[in-house]
């Protein structure tokens, strides 16, 4: 076993301590041969201080398309020629999908929005769609409507809503040739109001965007420092039409490797596969994750492309005999 | 006849690699038309509606 990998196994999943920026760039940087170990260790960090049970969510886009924002991975951009029109999505349609996320045992439902921020619009199809689903459905409804002001989250909190979704999307050296129109501070500063105002936070980002491993490594680090209750880890899924639409697909060697340096950097977070995961990783890749520090799936479609099918899902959970997180105690 | 997923016309290229997207996302374009549609992805599946040729579904 490796040096880093010897020193992994002492302060992670004995101490029960985060590593931290140096270590993870020598965790992103172990040999092929060396990364099984690597995903075995991280698999007996998540066992060991979360549990052998799986966070099941579903996502749903309230508002898609027309955001003002560039985010080069995003084919929900205004600002480019990608083939998605906007929509947005009534109530009864919200409600039925939040009942079909919860007949697959999810606990979590996120409402998604293509915005900068929400305005007054939103925030009233957000109140009124939250209400509807608290009378229907027995799941926790989460949020993702971008920027916030204060009077923002302490409205979202009082609605009922237990986590908030907001993305760092890139390590701080990295964001500005992902995003320019707003600042990574401005990001940080509403995950800060959200954590803050007791509603559970959800941060997470991309790779495989460009970014060098050093930066995955810093993304990793900056995202333990945020301490969020949730992290998902998308792989960029290139879109027609975006600046990144012609990058290619992480390697998913370097996929594994970056899914356990996160559970090395984050011992006790939920770790969940988000976008981009069936074409990374594929079928086995995907069981390899959940044997390599995952603990949490988006189960079904995303916001604009679609996911595994969400029975598939489910065996493979049964099959690694990783029970579902029941809602009691995700609460 | 249009790609679903370039709204470019089937006939005037090889489609094998649009294809191959759809198997992971929803249409685009109607196939009929060529007119891009407004889609809705929902956890268990998706529509796609066009003007003209009205709503298509998973």
């Not at chain 1, 792989?235 to 340096?261: V, Y």
């Amino acid at each position: 076993m490796t040096d880093i990998l010897e020193r992994a196994r002492t302060k992670v999943l004995e101490n029960g301590e985060g590593l931290s920026y140096d270590e993870l760039v020598e965790v992103l940087q172990l040999p092929e041969d060396q990364v099984p170990a690597l995903l075995e260790l991280a698999h007996e960090v998540r066992m060991t201080h979360c549990g052998p049970e799986v966070e099941v969510e579903g996502i749903i886009s309230l508002k898609t398309g027309g955001c003002p924002e560039d985010c080069h991975f995003c084919s929900q951009s205004g600002q480019f020629t990608s083939p998605v029109r906007s929509v947005w999505l009534d109530i009864p349609q919200l409600v039925k999908a939040a009942e079909e996320t919860a007949a697959t045992g999810a606990t979590e439902f996120c409402i998604v929005a293509a915005v900068r921020g929400p305005d007054e619009r939103l925030m009233s199809q957000v109140r009124d769609g939250i209400r509807a689903i608290q009378e229907a459905v027995d799941i926790n409804v989460a949020c993702s409507l971008g920027m916030l002001t204060q009077e923002q989250v302490d409205d979202l909190r009082a609605m009922g809503v237990h986590r908030y979704n907001h993305n760092l999307e890139a390590a701080r050296s990295y964001f500005p040739s992902v995003v320019t129109t707003h600042s990574f501070e401005e990001r940080w500063e509403t995950c800060e109001m959200v954590r803050e105002s007791g509603m559970e936070l959800c941060c997470g980002g991309l790779v495989g965007m460009g970014e060098t491993l050093e930066q995955r490594a810093e993304l990793a680090a900056q995202l333990a420092e945020l301490d969020p209750h949730e992290v998902p880890l998308n792989f960029l899924n290139p879109r027609p039409g975006t600046p990144f639409g012609d990058l290619p697909l992480m390697d998913s060697q370097d996929a594994l490797r970056t899914i356990a340096a996160f559970r090395l950097a984050m011992p006790r977070t939920v770790l969940r596969y988000a976008g981009g995961r069936e074409l990374t990783l594929g079928d086995l890749g995907t069981r390899d994750g959940l044997l390599g520090g995952i603990n949490a799936v988006i189960v079904g479609n995303y916001l604009t492309t679609l996911g595994r099918d969400a029975d598939e899902d489910l065996a493979l959970l049964s099959d690694l005999k990783m029970p579902i997180k029941e809602l009691a105690k995700t609460l | 006849m249009f790609c679903g997923h370039c709204g470019e016309q089937v006939s005037a290229r090889d489609h094998t690699v649009c294809d191959v997207q759809l198997v992971m996302e929803p249409p685009r374009f109607c196939t009929a038309c060529g007119r891009r549609m407004k889609v809705q992805v929902a956890p268990r599946g998706w529509t796609a509606t066009c003007v003209e040729h009205g709503v298509l579904s998973s």
